[in-house]
């Protein structure tokens, strides 16, 4: 059953005496004196359907010890070690200076209770009530997107050391699988023995473990297996045949060069992926997605995703619920066709620096150089206009949007400065190339770049906020380090919120 506050203060309450010693303005002075009318016990009350057992934590010391967990980026145990041991921790929780600490299990029965409730994120929502209320980001029609990276919780694994340890997970959760003759050493956990400097080698241990795997597989599919189990086989597949290409002969495989998209690099936590910011920084991990008011740096949105998801793709879902004439701002990684379009669709402002445009030759002719009829048949997508050429040669578009200009490059005096293609200039028509090629005359203006320059930046302070003591994901899987996004940001808006003077004037909720 759900549990209440007592709200009548115990003789040793830690806030009554020794609140002085709490940094006033600060998320624990909140807590201390608001957490009842922050996270009330109706936020909670649809995780307990019985009213009979044991009266659980009541959901606004939880709330407050999870906000106060996200905040400084501590495991469970450090968490109530904190509580146990911390006056500003008592003092926002409502204990007294006496009591202990709830067991850190019980942390991880709430997270699991709303991870399968309803409302996950009630902690994020209930905070987001709290700014509309305060009228915070009322005034502004702006919104700020970034991105960061957060490092996953496991290490990177090898291709062996993947489908060693798959072979040995799909043999015990399938029993029946056992029957299945596996060669002995793949089922070793110790390291196999192979000459990688023997490439026969390394391809016989890579040809004997991708066999393997193809056999549990088979087997696997005459079987009536359940979800965990149907997972664990497919996972076999996907590791066992990611990494590796034929390599002449039936049943001989080997290390393939590259990687593949969207490579499974951990079969602990199979939803990490490769991933980077920049093209010097690769890491392994997921993909924490904001949405901010600029001026507050108040986090309106928060996502999560693998690792190699394009910042664009998760966009539109930070802005959903924001109305039409918003102004968008965000760098080059938001800057493709497909998110200007959806913006235009939403009747929202871009101010999103476009992509650098190349050229064939340094300094030479780009696209924008070309005269383009980009109208698009409405009944078939294709493209059914013509292309001029700087020089005034003009070709048709053909139906997959190429504009093919060889016959005359062939003769023209300004090849040179167009193309070093052999078979000359083919010009790849984008289907938003116009609403690209707006993006790159709007980036030219005095107005775009002021705009860009002042207030865009301020998405890089608020990920600063996000990341700070908390660049690594706490949890295995996507869903599940969400729900953390989301608390995390839940309590940096409350730092903030506080920064901007929040209070209660006994009627409602104001900011200085």
Same mark, same amino acid.
């Given at each position: ?27 624990? !002075? ?31 010391? *939880? ?13 469970? /145990? ?26 850190? +299990? ?29 009228? !915070?980001?009322?005034?502004? =029609? /702006? ?9 996953? !919780? ?12 798959? *072979? /040995? /997970? ?19 956990? !110790? ?96 993909? =924490? ?22 910042? =664009? ?51 030479g002719y780009s696209i924008d150089d070309f005269d383009i009829d980009y109208s698009i048949d409405a009944d ?7 292309? =001029? ?7 048709? *578009? ?28 083919? *010009? ?78 006994? +009627? ?5």
């Open positions: 059953m759900q549990g209440s506050a007592v709200q009548d203060r115990v003789l040793l309450d830690a806030a009554a005496v020794c609140g002085h010693l709490v940094p006033p303005g600060s998320v624990y !002075a909140l807590l201390a004196e608001h957490r009842g009318r922050l996270f009330g016990d109706e936020l909670f009350e649809d995780l307990f359907g019985s009213g009979r057992g044991r009266p659980s934590v009541p959901g606004e010391v *939880i709330a407050a010890v999870m906000v106060l967990q996200a905040l400084e980026g501590l495991s469970d /145990r450090e968490a109530c070690r904190r509580l146990q041991t911390d006056v500003a921790w008592k003092a926002a929780a409502g204990l007294a200076l006496t009591e202990a600490a709830f067991h850190p +299990t019980v942390l991880t029965l709430w997270r699991n209770k709303l991870r399968a409730s309803g409302r996950p994120d009630r902690v994020f929502d209930a905070v987001r009530e709290l700014i509309a209320v305060t009228g !915070a980001v009322a005034g502004s =029609a /702006r919104r700020v997107l970034d991105s960061t990276v957060l490092d996953d !919780a496991v290490a990177r694994q090898d291709t062996v050391t993947m489908v060693t340890n798959q *072979i /040995r /997970r799909v043999r015990r959760l399938v029993p029946e699988l056992g029957e299945v003759p596996v060669r002995e050493r793949n089922l070793d956990p !110790a390291a196999p023995v192979v000459d990688w400097c023997d490439p026969a080698d390394a391809e016989r241990l890579v040809s004997e473990l991708v066999d393997d795997a193809v056999e549990l597989a088979a087997a696997a599919a005459d079987l009536d297996l359940d979800a965990a189990q149907a997972d664990a086989v497919g996972l076999l597949g996907l590791v066992a045949g990611q990494d590796v290409e034929p390599a002449g002969g039936p049943g001989r495989w080997r290390i393939a060069r590259g990687t593949a998209k969207g490579r499974v690099i951990s079969v602990v936590d199979p939803e990490s992926r490769h991933t980077h910011k920049t093209s010097h920084s690769y890491r392994d991990g997921y993909k =924490a997605h904001i949405a901010a008011e600029p001026d507050t740096g108040l986090v309106t949105a928060a996502d999560l995703t693998g690792g190699d998801a394009g910042d =664009a793709d998760a966009a539109m879902g930070l802005l959903d619920g924001e109305p039409a004439g918003t102004t968008v701002l965000a760098d080059s990684a938001y800057g493709t066709g497909q998110l200007r379009a959806d913006l235009v669709e939403r009747a929202m402002d871009a101010v999103i620096k476009p992509p650098p445009l190349s050229v064939a030759v340094e300094g078939t997508g294709e493209f059914p206009g013509t292309v =001029a050429c700087p020089e005034g040669h003009t070709v048709h *578009i053909t139906p997959k949007g190429n504009a093919r200009f060889g016959r005359h490059c062939a003769r023209c005096p300004q090849r040179d400065r167009c193309t070093t293609a052999e078979n000359g200039r083919v *010009i790849k028509i984008h289907p938003h190339h116009e609403l690209l090629k707006a993006a790159r005359v709007q980036a030219r203006t005095d107005e775009f770049q002021h705009q860009y320059r002042t207030v865009r930046p301020m998405a890089e302070r608020t990920i600063a906020w996000i990341v700070r003591r908390n660049r690594r994901c706490p949890y295995l899987g996507t869903a599940n380090n969400r729900h953390w996004l989301r608390l995390r940001a839940a309590a940096v808006n409350l730092q903030r919120l506080t920064s901007l003077g929040l209070h209660h004037n006994g +009627t409602t909720w104001a900011i200085t």
